[in-house]
């Protein structure tokens, strides 16, 4: 029906924050292309997007054919897209543009026992396939199972999913070490309006991460307060599974 684009901004000594929504629908074709200014603090931010010839894979993120551009008091600070040539001749900027890292991606999928995406832990690695498999009781065990592929090799696999409903453990991806976390309580015991949340979060020490609390939006918040750890090398990736009745 289609797409949207939204970028959040926060001052968090002074408590401000702002933000710059569009709803692209198909029939707007004016908001595909477009600029938005305000002021944050002391600071004047400058929102520039193209997205009028982007082309769209199967997820709802443009592949190529667009940009996005974050400018502050004059200084060109985010660069997202294929098109710097024409994001700089937008903006009126000169000189090489940042270099843009993935720190943290959110995706929302459904399904009634299985749940595939894609997922790049490394920006010079490849892509991968993640399955996350929910099995039912039936006659081959009492109690449902959990278990998470990555390009079809099995990762991690629950028995006992009954009273490890929540639980983290750590694999290897492109010779990274990844902490997994589960949380399918609201799967077993509220189907009618829970969903399941699974992260999977890049590391480079030994130490391994551990929920810091139960709920699955406390967890959330704190990864994303672990703002001191170099973003070109940890990534962490979460997932919404909505169970289809």
């Not at 990274?176 to 480079?204: C, Q, Y």
Request: aromatic share 10%.
């Amino acid at each position: 029906m289609g797409h949207g684009l939204s970028v959040n901004f926060d001052d968090d000594p002074s408590s401000r924050q702002c933000a710059c929504k569009i709803d692209m629908r198909s029939w707007f074709f004016w908001k595909k292309r477009g600029s938005k200014a305000f002021e944050l603090g002391s600071s004047t931010i400058e929102v520039h997007w193209d997205l009028f010839t982007a082309k769209y894979g199967p997820g709802p993120e443009p592949i190529k054919g667009f940009f996005v551009a974050v400018i502050a008091d004059r200084r060109l600070v985010l660069l997202l897209g294929d098109m710097p040539e024409e994001a700089q001749t937008r903006t009126n900027l000169a000189g090489p543009p940042p270099e843009a890292v993935l720190v943290s991606r959110k995706e929302h999928v459904s399904g009634k026992s299985l749940y595939a995406t894609k997922a790049q832990f490394t920006g010079c690695g490849r892509a991968h396939d993640i399955v996350i498999e929910c099995r039912e009781q039936n006659g081959e065990f009492r109690e449902p199972r959990l278990s998470v592929r990555i390009d079809k090799k099995m990762v991690v696999h629950v028995k006992r999913l009954l009273w490890k409903f929540r639980g983290n453990q750590t694999i290897v991806v492109d010779g990274l070490h990844v902490d997994m976390l589960w949380d399918v309580h609201d799967w077993l015991f509220n189907p009618s309006s829970g969903h399941a949340v699974f992260m999977f979060r890049t590391r480079e020490n030994t130490k391994s991460w551990v929920p810091t609390s139960s709920s699955s939006s406390s967890s959330v918040c704190a990864i994303n307060k672990l703002g001191h750890e170099d973003p070109e090398t940890v990534f962490s990736l979460f997932i919404y599974a909505w169970k289809n009745q």
